[in-house]
């Protein structure tokens, strides 16, 4: 356990009965024993709460009818949670976030961070002065060949990066009419001011600034909401100016009929290249002057500590979703445990910095959209 002799006491807001990303974060930390989930805000009734909790198997007395009764009934016992795990609509991150960190708990929140720029840059005010750990769920991050990628580029292998393409293709919002899971990510009250570029637009952007470490100058963006009625982007493409004269394209669509979650990265350098497809995560494509191209597959011989490090399972047995998202549950436990330990490590979860990133992002790709596309300053 990295020496962290129990598992870390959990508590989730959000995520109950039907919840698709409540039991992905769930399954995430439990996969390597480092959490155990004890008490529970479950959903957004203390009826619907409750029943959620019964079904996962919490004690009445911890199954708490609102996130209020569950940080104050928590913080008053000398067994309480220690993480809490925020799986809520974008709408209430700001408040749950904030309302964990300034009581002391440390706090694994989903992504986008927040709604506003304001909002995100108090969170991360709060979180430096309390000294907690504050993780974000890009969990594209954790997957081994993406710190492979980043180990590589990072280390100067494909000699100055010159352009970067991060494309995120889905088809599941085309129709307008999806049900559950589509309802609060169109509603601008609980998704915020974004919704394709806030839903899967933040994890490309992230991405990009995980691997490359590029730091992003400009933006040029259009964003387009194709289905009739719909208030929020469904679609949406920029252009990406970085310092130091990299560029880049990210384009991501929420209504291209027959994709799933055709997440894809490409660096470009002056020495080679990388890509990477999260559907099919278990294979790094690298490309060099004038030499074969290689295959760099997950478990498999020639990657770094980073990658290693983050692999459960030999080369040949898939590791994917699930595992990406435990890694970061994991790195945050890592960082738990250093601390109490007096030591310091380098975070390779993505931190409530990274939150702050992808709101600011946000901002000045809409700040561009709404100004005909002209380039934003970041």
Known sequence: MSGYERPLRLAMVGGGKDAFIGAVHRHAAALDGRYQLVAGALSSTPERSRASGEALGLAPERSYGSWQDLLAGEKAREDGAEVISI?????????VALAAVQAGFHVI???PLVHTLAQAQELEQAVQQSGTVFAVTYNYSGYPLIRQAREMVRGGVLGEVRKVIAEYHQGWLATGSEGKQADWR?????????GAL?????????LVSFVTGLELSAVAAELTHFVPGRALDDDASMLLRFAGGAKGLL????????RENDLRLSVFGSRGSLSWCQENP???IYDQLAAPRQLLT???PGLGAAAQQATRLPAGHPEAFIE?????????ADDIAARQRGEQLEALYPTVQDGVQGVKFMERVLESAADDGRWTAF
Do not use: M, W
Not at 87 to 95: E, I, M, Q, R
Not at 198 to 205: C, N, P, R, S, Y
Not at 251 to 258: A, D, K, L, R
């Open 298 to 300: 997950r478990g498999g």
């Open 324 to 332: 990406a998202f435990a890694n970061i549950y994991t790195g945050v």
């Open 282 to 284: 278990n294979v790094l």
């Open 186 to 194: 169109t509603d601008p009250s609980r998704s915020g001011p974004a």
């Open 109 to 111: 929140c989903d992504k």
């Open 198 to 206: 806030g839903d899967i637009g933040t994890h490309a952007e992230q």
């Open 251 to 258: 384009t991501v669509s929420q209504i291209e009929i027959g």
């Open 87 to 95: 799986v809520t609509p974008n709408h209430l991150h700001f408040p």
